[in-house]
């Protein structure tokens, strides 16, 4: 068990499963092709109807004539059967304009009904005279029994699939040479045989089966050459025809031990499936070939029709029940596909499906089979593409090339249907298996990123890999004022710390991901997100934006449940606040850590500077501060306020920094505009070491702020003013404010 388990993994290291699938799957399809169950074959042989309608049989040459026992001959000459003695007028019109044998798609099983034995039992008031003269008439049977052996007439005879009485064994037998196997045994078997009346079957010159077997779709492709009936061995109606012109004495067998291989006579070999059928090489349906009956009988039809032709007497008659359906017509008489049978042999136009044919389907479906197995791994999808569209062509290119120069029947569908079945698993399992990775990837990225980073990265497996790239990005750090007085109400209960940190951080996560945002990554109370990566966002600083005042609104939502549950609950309640700061710079962002484990993340300078705007919210009473380049991408979408003009540790050049105090319609507003006009107008004295000035617009500018929104920036300023009037700033002074602390 142990060895089996160690061989399983080195296969699948070495080959995988898939392939290992694969390989039972061709051995299955070459099991398939020897068993041919129905769906291959009707599969096979709609290809070749295919072929038939795109490319028929030309007409080169019309051997043939169809005299049609037609519904204009019906309503003129009386219902069918006629009696004998019209058919007898018939058979001596035809032998007279020179026919070379005339064939019969009928049976004449019974004695005409109008012999005048039975005439004179069933008249009624005859007289005994006119009865035996009646009687002593030769009956209308053997008149036509006398026309048929002054001519060269093959009766047409019926399979039946049960035996009706004893053969006649006094009837003369077309001989059977036979080379190679017996083909008994591979020919088609009717039980039973419906043959004609006696004194009709010793005057004709051949006897053969006219009965066409459709196939299992009720289509006529291939008509039975020779068969057994009730245990004798039977040519069909046309090959009988060719024996009889010919004056072949005997038909000759070859046989394989697949099966029989062709049918000769003197002058003819046809070749034919391992059944002894004849694929019929059918041409269109023509109208020429046939003859009313009751044009010969009134002798009006031109005798070039009929003179030096084989003569088959059948019907179109709707009424007669003679209507089959061939690849290239759905209503095609009976008798014109044993027409359609003679001239595809007296033309040399035929076409067979050959044994060996069966051996090259079969080692081109394994050899592309394998060769899909081994290399289809390797290529990519528009190769593959490529790839399968050229060996479908060459497919279908040799088997047009084998039907339209050699009238050879090779099977494409096959070895297609093969390849493609074993393609399609190795693409079927690549896919399952790149779902399981993504839903790996869904699951274990999901809570931290974007969904549109998830989806990215579950269509992208590949980028999860070590590396990273430079891009601007819009990054943003957020943090909850005031958490060490909050953490403390919550020393008894660590779990309900946990409970509002998440009931805290979900609002805020998804006002983020709402606005295109990634998340980086939480710590403690504080998030770190980012815009503009790993997809491309044109509006990344106003997305950003959007979100910290979209945070901004669902803390507050969130502040006023808690303080309706702290009611409620008669306990003291302590609103949430949230600082926020935002910056626009180059960044590098990218999956960094170890081979082991990494994160997809961002640092930089501008990282930095969002950071410690961040910790500056406090200070200057604004809850998002952003920096310069943010500011400037986004002062006409929402109400933009300059607060300083500060050095960060670290960075050798200044940064201004704004506050966002609303959306445009905050911008719009006659208050905010009044407030920033004092706090540009202070801020301009207070570069310019004009104090006084800006101690003036700082006390005007608190008359105007009647919420106080500005006190703590006012404070702050107000504060370092006074400071520099008693030790006053150096004389390179710039107006920057440098930060000493985050």
């Not at 952003?626 to 607060?643: C, H, N, P, Q, W």
Request: glycine content about 8%; proline content about 5%; charged content about 25%.
């Amino acid at each position: 068990m142990k060895r089996l388990r160690i061989i399983s993994r080195w296969f699948k290291r070495r080959f995988g499963y898939a392939r290992l699938a694969c390989l039972a799957l061709l051995i299955g399809f070459a099991a398939l092709r020897v068993l041919d169950p129905a769906p291959i074959e009707e599969l096979r042989v709609r290809t070749f109807d295919a072929f038939q309608r795109v490319d028929p049989r030309k007409k080169t040459a019309r051997p043939v004539t169809i005299v049609d026992i037609d519904d204009k001959s019906l309503e003129k000459l009386g219902q069918w059967p006629w009696p004998r003695t019209r058919l007898a007028d018939l058979v001596t019109e035809l032998t007279n304009l020179g026919a070379v044998v005339i064939a019969f798609d009928v049976v004449f099983p019974e004695p005409d009904r109008l012999n005048p034995e039975f005439v004179a039992d069933t008249f009624r008031n005859l007289d005994e005279e006119t009865r035996s003269r009646l009687r002593a008439l030769p009956s209308n049977d053997q008149l036509f029994a006398d026309a048929i052996r002054a001519s060269r007439v093959v009766l047409g005879e019926s399979g039946l699939p049960e035996e009706l009485g004893v053969l006649d064994k006094t009837l003369p037998v077309t001989g059977l040479a036979m080379l190679g196997e017996e083909p008994q045994r591979f020919m088609f078997e009717f039980p039973g045989l419906l043959r004609n009346t006696k004194v009709l079957e010793h005057a004709a010159a051949g006897r053969g089966l006219f009965t066409i077997r459709p196939e299992r779709d009720g289509i006529v492709r291939r008509v039975p050459m020779i068969m057994l009936a009730q245990g004798q061995v039977m040519p069909s109606l046309s090959f009988e025809m060719l024996r009889v012109a010919t004056g072949s004495g005997t038909i000759l067998v070859k046989a394989e031990k697949a099966g029989i291989k062709s049918l000769g006579i003197k002058g003819f070999q046809l070749p034919t499936d391992g059944n002894g059928q004849l694929w019929v090489h059918y041409a269109r349906h023509d109208a020429s070939l046939y003859v009313p009956a009751i044009n010969v009988l009134d002798k009006t039809v031109a005798p070039e029709k009929i003179a030096g032709k084989l003569v088959l007497i059948g019907t179109s008659a709707v009424g007669l029940n003679d209507i089959k359906t061939t690849p290239v017509s759905r209503a095609m008489p009976g008798v014109e596909i044993h027409a359609q049978v003679l001239e595809s042999a007296l033309t040399g136009e035929v076409i067979a499906q050959p044994i060996y044919g069966i051996a090259i389907e079969f080692a081109t479906a394994v050899l592309f089979g394998l060769l899909v197995i081994a290399f289809a791994p390797l290529f990519g999808p528009v190769t593959l593409v490529a790839l399968g569209a050229a060996f479908a062509t060459a497919l279908i290119g040799t088997s047009w090339y084998f039907y339209s120069l050699h009238r050879l029947l090779i099977d494409f569908t096959y070895p297609m249907l093969s390849t493609m079945s074993i393609y399609l698993t190795l693409i079927f399992s690549s896919f399952v298996r790149e779902q399981q990775q993504r839903k790996q990837i869904r699951t274990a990225f999901s809570q931290y990123m974007s969904p549109a980073l998830v989806a990215q990265l579950a269509q992208s497996p590949e980028k999860l890999v070590l590396g990273g790239e430079e891009r601007e990005m819009t990054i943003m750090f957020s943090d909850m004022r005031g958490f060490t007085s909050i953490s403390e109400t919550y020393k008894r209960d660590p779990q309900g710390l946990t409970a509002l940190m998440n009931r805290f951080l979900t609002p805020l996560t998804n006002a983020i991901l709402h606005r295109k945002g990634t998340i980086d990554k939480y710590m403690g109370d504080a998030i770190m997100a980012f815009w503009n990566a790993p997809l491309d966002d044109k509006e990344h600083q106003l997305n950003a934006c959007e979100a910290a005042l979209d945070m901004l609104e669902r803390v507050d939502e969130l502040n006023q449940e808690r303080m309706e549950e702290a009611e409620e609950e008669g306990r003291p309640f302590i609103p949430l606040n949230v600082g926020v700061g935002l910056n626009t710079g180059t960044c590098v962002v990218g999956n960094m850590g170890s081979d082991m484990r990494f994160d997809y993340s961002v640092f930089g300078d501008s990282v930095n500077l969002a950071s410690r705007l961040e910790g500056q919210s406090k200070e200057y009473g604004f809850p998002i501060i952003v920096g310069s380049k943010t500011a400037l991408a986004v002062k006409d979408k929402f109400a933009i306020l300059e607060l300083d003009f500060i050095m960060v540790k670290g960075k050798k050049e200044p940064e201004v920094i704004y506050a966002i105090a609303g959306r445009e319609d905050t911008a719009q507003s006659g208050r905010f505009q009044r407030l920033r006009n004092l706090t540009i107008e202070m801020l301009a004295c207070y570069r310019g070491r004009d104090w006084q000035g800006a101690l003036a617009a700082i006390e005007r500018g608190r008359r105007t702020d009647e919420v106080n929104s500005l006190e703590l920036l006012f404070n702050l300023y107000e504060a370092r003013i006074r400071n520099f009037q008693e030790a006053p700033p150096p004389e390179d002074w710039n107006g920057a404010f440098a930060l000493l602390t985050k």
